[in-house]
């Protein structure tokens, strides 16, 4: 008889942002497959999701990867719901409108790896700071890159796992890196997403790093961090006409507050207008536009404006299904005039 560790990974209650919580069940002679993995509860009064007396929640699989560095081990990512299996307050994921996928999204996702003894990103001093930005983004040599170890293990456990990882790079503060995920259907993008920083962070207890979400850490003349998002769907992906690109870029003006609402803590610090944000007061798109709310990659504009739009504000700190069900929505109330 075989014992399978299956990890079961989900988010917390806590308000604007939530955190990952896990714990392994130990399941005799496991399939390897989602259908097989058994609804499993947890004490909600200890994550801010229930009251004392009455505590119990689930946790509802709805994603699994084998998981690279424990013996027959899987990475188990669920829902939480409430005792009666409908979708608790705190999840995100159950409101997302994109059944049939779809909703394509790649999501850019930046961070800082912070030394935990001096709790300072790392090339950071105690006492002062490194050289000016300019040579950290993608650099190369120990004078400007710092971490590349942890970086590579990650990406490598993140391929085994069969997570859909497609980069990483340095960017452009000392010990702030990047990495990308591409998934088809929104839901599907989310919980690779959390996955993938699940590994990060788990990861760093060999380290003796933390991983720094705030959008924006170190204040000053240093860039924030977010996670742009990219994403189509049929019409973008077929659209041929740049009316229909602006078309969907205007739905999203008149709701930029409830994409602001949504896109992660403290992103008023980072959306300043400057280091490649726009103003978190203003909503801007543009091609090629780093400094706008939304670029228009022109390599949608070069296929004959068929392909994808960037959202350029969402936070480091942003869950991805609260990012991906906005976006969604907004798409979908976009209003595009047929030709006859």
């Not at 690279?68 to 669920?78: C, D």
């Not at 590994?199 to 996670?227: A, Q």
Request: glycine share 10%; net charge negative; aromatic share 12%.
């Amino acid at each position: 008889m075989s014992k399978a560790k299956l990890e079961y990974i989900w988010l917390d209650g806590y308000h604007p942002t939530q955190n990952m919580r896990s714990k392994t069940k130990i399941e005799d002679d496991f399939s390897g497959k989602l259908e097989d993995c058994p609804v499993w509860s947890f004490d909600g009064s200890s994550t801010q999701q229930a009251e004392g007396g009455s505590s119990d929640c689930l946790l509802k699989p709805v994603a699994i990867f084998p998981d690279p560095t424990r013996i027959n081990g899987y990475l188990v990512m669920t829902e939480v719901m409430n005792a009666d299996g409908t979708p608790h307050v705190s999840n995100h994921r159950a409101k997302i409108d994109d059944d049939d996928n779809d909703f394509w999204f790649g999501f850019e996702q930046e961070y800082f790896i912070m030394d935990r003894k001096t709790q300072l990103p790392l090339g950071f001093p105690l006492g002062g700071y490194p050289g000016p930005q300019g040579m950290y983004y993608c650099s190369v040599g120990g004078l400007n890159t710092h971490g590349r170890d942890f970086v590579e293990e990650h990406a490598d456990i993140c391929l085994e796992a069969g997570i859909n990882f497609e980069g990483i790079n340095q960017e452009v503060a000392s010990g702030q890196w990047e990495f990308q995920i591409f998934a088809k259907g929104a839901k599907n993008a989310g919980d690779q997403v959390w996955v993938a920083r699940y590994i990060l962070d788990r990861l760093t207890e060999s380290y003796g790093y933390y991983i720094e979400y705030h959008p924006k850490p170190v204040k000053g003349d240093w860039n924030g961090s977010g996670m742009h998002a990219n994403f189509s769907n049929s019409l973008l992906r077929n659209a041929g006409s740049k009316d229909v690109y602006e078309a969907v870029c205007e739905a999203f003006r008149p709701v930029a507050k409830e994409h602001i609402a949504v896109y992660g803590e403290f992103n008023d610090q980072r959306l300043t207008g400057l280091h490649e944000t726009a103003s978190i007061n203003d909503f801007s798109y543009g091609v090629s536009d780093r400094g706008a709310s939304i670029r228009i990659p022109i390599a949608t504009v070069e296929r004959g404006w068929k392909g994808w739009l960037e959202d350029r504000r969402p936070a480091s700190n942003g869950d991805p299904y609260k990012i991906a069900g906005r976006i969604v929505q907004t798409v979908k109330s976009a209003k595009i005039e047929v030709s006859a």
